[in-house]
């Protein structure tokens, strides 16, 4: 038997897309669904350009780069977006209250039953709303999703969450010492610093590995993905919040806690749902922290993106606001009980050889 014929077939092929088909219907229906939600909540829908000058300042997002040659053969330096986020803000900016955005993304180096180099992200945005919106948003989503699919659960890997109940509300502080019996707070300073030797120490103790070359971020992100995240959205949906700031790069601090800011991530039978901002608006500290994500990505990966200058002008008569990007493709997977985000996708990017 040659090696081809054990390769799998094709998407397009009968037989494969047979099996698909009633996922990809499904996911049709909850578009449907999810644009009546929007419309009766006096939502306008936009759709953003995927080519931007920045596709997005974060250190471990990946963009895919392009250029537009003009008449005269000059060329600019083109990304398709990660986010419709930076266009939706300047939305905002010019006058809009509440938008909403199914927005085609790209993100490289991303490939994985979660994970696609072209997806689909569900974001919108409340002009002088809190963030607490959102978090109601997000219930009543997951219990629409559900009943246009016409399951009691959102399953995936054998997890299972009631789309029904109210979400838990959980800080990442409580999270951590809930999962980690590590203390977060303790290892931020007053003015939003982070101290990354108190930080490592802890998870010493508490059995974690620690490299010595591990910033506060990276020991941030293992003790989540570790041991935070797998427990998370099981029996009932959660919403994380409250990160530090640090690790917060476009919200605003929280009113109660400088060392915390107005972000929470939603979860659902352990998968990521969703991530929300109460936005930051202030250009000047907005252009600090985008400096800050920057030089960690040439650190890390050896390459940095342009930031978007007419973003950051925006921002300076952009009103006070709370924003959301939801995975639209993870939604449908686990209403559906989809195993891998390509059975949920019309037609699925190619996937490269190793």
Not at 120 to 138: I, N, Q, S, V
Not at 203 to 231: I, K
Not at 267 to 284: I, K, R, S, W
Not at 317 to 338: H, K, Q, W, Y
């Amino acid at each position: 038997m040659t090696k081809s014929s054990l390769a799998p077939s094709p998407w397009w092929t009968p037989d494969v897309h047979a099996d698909r088909r009633p996922f990809l219907l499904a996911r049709n229906r909850i578009q449907v669904a999810l644009r009546g939600y929007f419309a009766e909540r006096d939502f306008i829908e936009v759709d953003t350009a995927t080519l931007q000058a920045s596709p997005g300042n974060e250190a471990h997002l990946h963009a895919f780069r392009t250029e537009a040659i003009g008449h005269s053969g000059a060329v600019t330096p083109l990304y398709l977006h990660t986010s419709p986020e930076f266009a939706c803000k300047k939305l905002l900016s010019a006058g809009e209250r509440r938008i909403a955005c199914f927005a085609h993304v790209y993100r490289n180096r991303e490939r994985g039953p979660l994970h696609h180099p072209e997806f689909t992200m569900l974001e919108w945005y409340r002009a002088h709303e809190g963030y607490d919106a959102l978090m109601d948003d997000c219930a009543a989503i997951l219990a629409l999703a559900a009943r246009t699919t016409g399951t009691s659960r959102l399953i995936y890997r054998g997890g299972e969450c009631d789309p029904f109940a109210a979400p838990e509300r959980l800080t990442v502080a409580d999270a951590f010492m809930r999962y980690a019996a590590l203390d977060l707070l303790a290892t931020i300073r007053p003015d939003g610093s982070t101290d990354r030797d108190a930080l490592a120490h802890a998870m010493v103790a508490g059995g974690l590995r620690v490299a010595a070359d591990d910033t506060w971020a990276d020991l941030f992100s293992r003790v989540l993905v570790e041991r935070v995240e797998p427990n998370l959205g099981f029996g009932r949906a959660t919403i994380l919040c409250e990160y530090p700031v640090a690790e917060a790069a476009l919200a605003r601090p929280a009113p109660n806690d400088p060392r915390v800011a107005e972000r929470f991530e939603l979860y659902a039978c352990g998968v990521e749902l969703a991530n929300a901002f109460g936005e930051l608006t202030d250009a000047a500290e907005q252009r600090q922290r985008f400096g800050l994500e920057m030089a960690e990505k040439q650190r890390v990966y050896g390459e940095i993106y342009p930031l978007d200058e007419d973003f950051l002008a925006a921002l300076e008569i952009m009103p006070e606001a709370s924003g959301i990007a939801l995975g639209f493709d993870r939604l449908v997977m686990l209403a559906t009980g989809a195993a891998r985000i390509d059975q949920v996708i019309w037609a699925p990017v190619v996937e490269t050889s190793p």
